[in-house]
Antibody, heavy 121, light 107 residues
Framework: EVQLVESGGGLVQPGGSLRLSCAAS????????MSWVRQAPGKGLEWVSA????????YYADSVKGRFTISRDNSKNTLYLQMNSLRAEDTAVYYC??????????????WGQGTMVTVSS | IQLTQSPSSLSASVGDRVTITCRAS??????LAWYQQKPGKAPKLLIY???TLQSGVPSRFSGSGSGTDFTLTISSLQPEDFATYYC??????????FGQGTKLEIK
C-alpha cells in the first residue's frame, strides 16, 4: 500500500525549532519529488516547500524561505522539514505529499494524514 | 502566480450540477489540479493536467480549461461530494499555489 506517515509535530515556543518527518512506503521513494503543504486552523492550503527525487533541488515559499529546510534520506525513504525561528503564523497542520509523474504534471497524488504544529508561548 | 477560485462557497442540493471556476493570474498551460478535502482529512486528488480524472474518482467529476481559466464540474451531486475544493497550479517552482478554496454545502 502506498502510504505517507508524518510525525514530529507538537507545541513549540515562538523562536523555537522543530523537525518534521514523513515516512514513505509502497513506492520507489527516490523516483519522486516531494512537497510539504500546510493548513492553518480554519484556513486553506498553502504549499511550503518541495524537493526533487535526488534531493539536489529544493524550493520554498517566500513565507518560510531562510527559516525552513527541506531534505530527504532516500536510503530511509524519509522526507524531513527542519523548521527554525518559528512564528505564531506557522501554526498549522503540516502534510507531506508525493508529486506524480510528468504525465500528471506533478500533481500531488498521495498525501499523509498530517501532523499538527502549534507555535505558542 | 495567483489563483482565484469562485465562488468561495456554494449551497446546492443532491442531484444538482455545480461548476467551480479557477482563474490564474498568468498562463499556466494545463498545469492545474483539483483536490477535494473533507473536514479533518487530507486533500484528495481529483483531476490533474486540468482535465484528466485521477484513477478511482467518479466520472461525475470533470475538469476543463487551459491557459488562465479552468472549471471543475460535478454533474450530479452526491451526498459524499459536500466538501471543500481547491485548485492548484503546478507550472512554477516559484510556488505551487493553491486557490483559496470553495466550500460546497448542502442546501
Amino acid at each position: 500500500e502506498v502510504q505517507l506517515v508524518e510525525s514530529g509535530g507538537g507545541l513549540v515556543q515562538p523562536g523555537g525549532s522543530l523537525r518534521l518527518s514523513c515516512a514513505a512506503s509502497g513506492f520507489t521513494f527516490s523516483s519522486y519529488a516531494m512537497s510539504w503543504v500546510r493548513q492553518a486552523p480554519g484556513k486553506g492550503l498553502e504549499w511550503v516547500s518541495a524537493i526533487s527525487g535526488s534531493g539536489g533541488s529544493t524550493y520554498y515559499a517566500d513565507s518560510v524561505k531562510g527559516r525552513f529546510t527541506i531534505s530527504r534520506d532516500n536510503s530511509k525513504n524519509t522526507l524531513y522539514l527542519q523548521m527554525n525561528s518559528l512564528r505564531a503564523e506557522d501554526t498549522a497542520v503540516y502534510y507531506c505529499a508525493k508529486a506524480g509523474t510528468t504525465v500528471t504534471k506533478g500533481a500531488f497524488d498521495i498525501w499523509g494524514q498530517g501532523t499538527m504544529v502549534t507555535v505558542s508561548s | 502566480i495567483q489563483l482565484t477560485q469562485s465562488p468561495s462557497s456554494l449551497s446546492a442540493s443532491v442531484g444538482d450540477r455545480v461548476t467551480i471556476t479557477c482563474r490564474a493570474s498568468q498562463g499556466i498551460s494545463s498545469y492545474l489540479a483539483w483536490y477535494q478535502q473533507k473536514p479533518g482529512k487530507a486533500p484528495k486528488l481529483l483531476i490533474y493536467a486540468a482535465s484528466t480524472l485521477q484513477s478511482g474518482v467518479p466520472s461525475r467529476f470533470s475538469g476543463s480549461g487551459s491557459g488562465t481559466d479552468f472549471t471543475l464540474t460535478i454533474s450530479s451531486l452526491q451526498p459524499e461530494d459536500f466538501a471543500t475544493y481547491y485548485c492548484q497550479q503546478l507550472n512554477s517552482y516559484l510556488g505551487y499555489t493553491f486557490g483559496q478554496g470553495t466550500k460546497l454545502e448542502i442546501k
